[in-house]
């Protein structure tokens, strides 16, 4: 079931809604290899054009609801999409930013019809009356894409990150096999859809056929709000940056909370100061924490679970490599660091990126083979990122080789804030 602010939808309903949705696509000119933008707010409806896009082997694109029309139109105009799925006021503003010579998609309207000179538009009517699409229609194959994720450009141009079916399906697979995910669990959608984090939540609580509870952004604004939030929706398992849990920690009253239900506790996208994660678990005993690392060009690939609250300040590592994921510290010279020794986390697997969308030169200096990874294993990802290997055969962050820092999870290139 997949629970909104508006509503509540089961996954048959979904799957339903999501077919006609592709009817409408695929009357569009949408097929496999194309690019469909998803410009909204986080909704059942939202996510049912999400499947609608993938199910015809399109690559949907969300794009930051909050953004910039300029920044949205950049993304519209550089991934060449087919088709924006948007509010009528969200294509009037990507319309009017598009750059000199970008050719407009077609814009399907969820809440209005509108008229925008040189734009084709569709009316949500149309999925209303819509049969849903043919069954036999092909399904997309594991090798094409299933989304791309933009996120911030050394340049000032947002970079699109390329995941396939594949990719997507290896991590989803791995971490609900690894924290046992049961059709009664309820898990908060808490990260917008442009975020990687949130593909955990969407994919794999249907994967398990559980329930996905979508946060509504008002709720997140409030710590105190938030906290009765997961108290009232019966969240079982809980994935955000660390510092949501902070936020509920030190103003949401979270250890005065009953959540009986809560078994799972996730934090991903940025260090957890130490202290604030030693509160956290004394103000939730009894749960399971687990610390995922990850960039959006690889999704997770290391895992750690704290098992006890960490003393002093020493910063938690940042695990082992998941499922069929190989990950090396790989020194200056090339060679595989030490023990202790100091080195570039290269990670390579399954579900690691296809590359950057319209980039190949930045893809080829990011992507590449290791002479110490067999052949079989696919991809090769520089992650930028300086880490230790230790003799538990977890890793140790220690910093990065370039000035990209980050926000709330997101990583922001220094670049790109100077170019605007």
Sequence with gaps: MVVGAQGSYSYGDLAHLSARIGTVLADARVGAGDRVGIFLDKSPEALACLYGAMRLGAAYVPIDPDAPAARAARIVAGSGMRVLITTGRGAEQVAAQL?????????????????????????WSEVSAAEPLDPAHPWPESEDLAYILYTSGSTGEPKGVMLTHRAALAFVTWSADLLELRSDDRLSQVAPWHFDLSTFDIFASALAGATVVLVPKKVMLFPVNLAAFIEDQAISVWYSVPSALTRLLLHGGLAERALPRLRHVIFAGEVFPTRHLRQVMAALPGRRFFNWYGPTETNVCTWYEVTTPPEGDTPIPIGRPCGDTVALAVAEDGSVAGLGEEGELYVAGPTVMSGYWGHPEK???????????????????RTGDWVRPTASGDFLFSGRRDSMVKSRGFRIELGEVEAA
Excluded: Q
């Design 363 to 381: 893809t080829a200096t990011t992507l590449g083979p290791h002479p110490n990874v067999p052949e079989a294993v696919r991809g090769g990802y």
């Design 99 to 123: 750059p000199a010579g970008a050719v407009p998609p077609i814009m399907l309207l969820i809440d209005r019809d509108i008229t925008i000179a040189g734009v084709e538009t569709r009316s």
